[in-house]
């Protein structure tokens, strides 16, 4: 009985440690070997007796195959938890990260929309940009495709150096001294019927943006051209506001407000303030004869002429 508690425990063992296919060979090598330990034996005189050494042996190899598939089992059921987890580890981290882009836009967003004067909170969004997709600096443009002007440009680049041109389109912003034009490179983000949105960085942060800090970057973008477009129509508002159509020179109102502002600034420093006004000589006559139409041309020309005689 020991001699049979050894090989059982033997079997076990080697089940459990070797892989199936081995752990079969060795139940059967214990089992021959079983079965040889009782060639000698005198006592082995019966069938009964024979049978049960046979039954014995047999023991040691299905107890081995047993312990092996369990054994196998537990092993390829623990891999595949393995895997699992992985999956899930990796399934929360873009979770986190889109959760975190989606704060960053809508952060991006709120900060862009808060202004009119969007030009005031261009370098706060790259900050929020580079810590977001992971870029060491950057620059932004907004670019009116018919006028070939810059209508918005933000930078965080060393000594504000840009990329002079973007596929024809100049940008404002000259490269820092030292730099090539190699050293950056430029992506389009938004194009538009009238206006593009080029992202420019160094070279080898450019080519390692990944298609989710690109996705980021293009939502960013459209929000920016929205804004631009507002602020655009906000400045030609305000500027219509206080200009004359016909001779795009201030009107009443701004005088009303400047000249406030000069008798407070003559008034502070005890300076004296002149107001000089013009009068077109015979400007009645011009109308009756020639019409208004032309009147008017005469005073819009007028009105050139004092802007380029004038501060």
Not at 41 to 70: E, I, Q, R
Not at 120 to 142: H, N
Not at 146 to 161: H, N, R, Y
Not at 257 to 279: C, F, I, P, T, V
Request: net charge negative; with cysteine; charged share 25%.
């Amino acid at each position: 009985a020991p001699l049979y508690s050894w090989y059982v425990t033997t079997a076990g063992i080697a089940a459990a440690v070797l892989h199936k296919r081995d752990a079969c060979i060795a139940g059967g090598v214990l089992a021959v070997s079983w079965l040889l330990s009782y060639i000698a034996d005198p006592t082995l005189n019966s069938c009964s007796h024979v049978s049960f050494v046979v039954a014995k042996a047999s023991v040691l190899v299905v107890l081995g195959g047993v312990v092996a598939y369990v054994t196998s089992r537990q092993a390829e059921n623990q891999q595949r938890l393995e895997v699992q987890q992985a999956e899930v580890h990796e399934l929360n981290d873009k979770l986190e990260r889109s959760v975190a882009e989606l704060r960053a836009v809508t952060e991006i967003t709120e900060l862009i929309h808060s202004t009119l004067e969007v030009e005031d909170v261009g370098p706060m969004l790259l900050t929020i940009l580079e810590k977001l997709i992971d870029i060491p600096a950057g620059s932004i443009y907004v670019i009116d495709k018919d006028k070939q002007e810059t209508v918005f440009a933000t930078s965080s680049l060393a000594g504000g150096g840009l990329a002079r041109s973007y596929s024809g389109l100049e940008l404002a912003g000259a490269l820092p001294v030292g730099s090539s034009d190699g050293a950056l490179a430029c992506i389009e983000l938004v194009d538009h019927k009238d206006t593009v949105v080029v992202f420019c960085s160094e070279t080898a942060a450019v080519e390692a943006l990944s298609r989710d800090d690109r996705i980021v970057l293009q939502a960013v973008a459209s929000e920016l051209v929205v804004a631009v477009e507002n602020s655009r129509l906000y400045s030609l508002t305000k500027r219509l506001a206080i200009t004359d159509e016909l001779t795009d020179l201030y009107n009443y109102r701004f005088l009303q407000q400047r000249l406030d502002e000069e008798l407070g600034r003559a008034d502070r420093y005890k300076k004296r303030l002149s107001l000089l006004m013009l009068d077109l000589d015979d400007f009645k006559r011009i109308n009756d004869t020639h019409g208004h139409l032309v009147g008017d041309r005469v005073l819009a020309e007028v009105g050139q002429l004092l802007k380029s005689t004038v501060r």
